[in-house]
T-cell receptor, first 111, second 114 residues
């Protein structure tokens, strides 16, 4: 079955440093979504990427979808304490089936 | 207005008991899900219903039984609770199309089995 791997599992950064989490699928995806879960909260949708090589930005967050549509990354520039939480990718198979969540990357930011 | 709501928010119970968690969405979505999140934050899908019909049933013990009385509700009943069932359970909903399937999550139910 489809597997979605996400690395690293944990990342600790100093406020102001950059952060990147990577997502890799065992199969080609029709789309990839990113979610953020604040401590004690629930996952909240951030963005969806559909096209090969697509890049989208949301303020300090940059999302990329690989050319082969099997990998994706989320990059945060100049982290702030409000960025803490767990970031999940979710990849949807090409048969428009279910989305499979990665294991998440938990980000902590030291002020 | 809460889009996806779950009750209860916290559930503490003894091993061997039976308990239910309720979920309701007011978004008019056609698909609802149950996820289990363990202490390592891994988010694992358990079930998915589309228009009241079961479409995803992952490898979940048959002590877990979902019930969807209508499109807006998906409840989870758990029989003979075990220590390993302790986790946060999230309900989610989405309006699934060929190109889009953004999921909206409920606030979660923290289940503690003693």
């Amino acid at each position: 079955g489809q597997q979605v791997m996400q690395i690293p599992q944990y990342q600790h950064v100093q406020e102001g440093e950059d952060f990147t989490t990577y997502c890799n699928s065992s199969t080609t995806l029709s789309n990839i979504q990113w979610y953020k879960q604040r401590p004690g909260g629930h996952p909240v949708f951030l963005i969806q990427l559909v096209k090969s090589g697509e890049v989208k930005k949301q303020k300090r967050l940059t999302f990329q979808f690989g050319e082969a549509k099997k990998n994706s990354s989320l990059h945060i520039t100049a982290t702030q304490t409000t960025d803490v939480g767990t970031y999940f990718c979710a990849g949807r198979g090409t048969n428009a089936g279910k989305s499979t969540f990665g294991d998440g990357t938990t980000l902590t930011v030291k002020p | 207005d809460t889009a996806v709501s779950q009750t209860p928010k916290y559930l503490v119970t003894q091993m061997g008991n039976d308990k239910s968690i309720k979920c309701e969405q007011n978004l008019g979505h056609d698909t609802m899900y149950w996820y289990k999140q363990d202490s390592k934050k891994f988010l694992k899908i358990m079930f998915s219903y589309n228009n009241k019909e079961l479409i995803i049933n992952e490898t979940v013990p048959n002590r877990f039984s979902p019930k969807s009385p209508d499109k807006a509700h998906l409840n989870l009943h758990i029989n003979s609770l075990e220590l390993g069932d302790s986790a946060v359970y999230f309900c989610a909903s989405s309006q699934v199309s060929r190109s889009y399937n953004e999921q909206f999550f409920g606030p979660g139910t923290r289940l503690t089995v003693l």
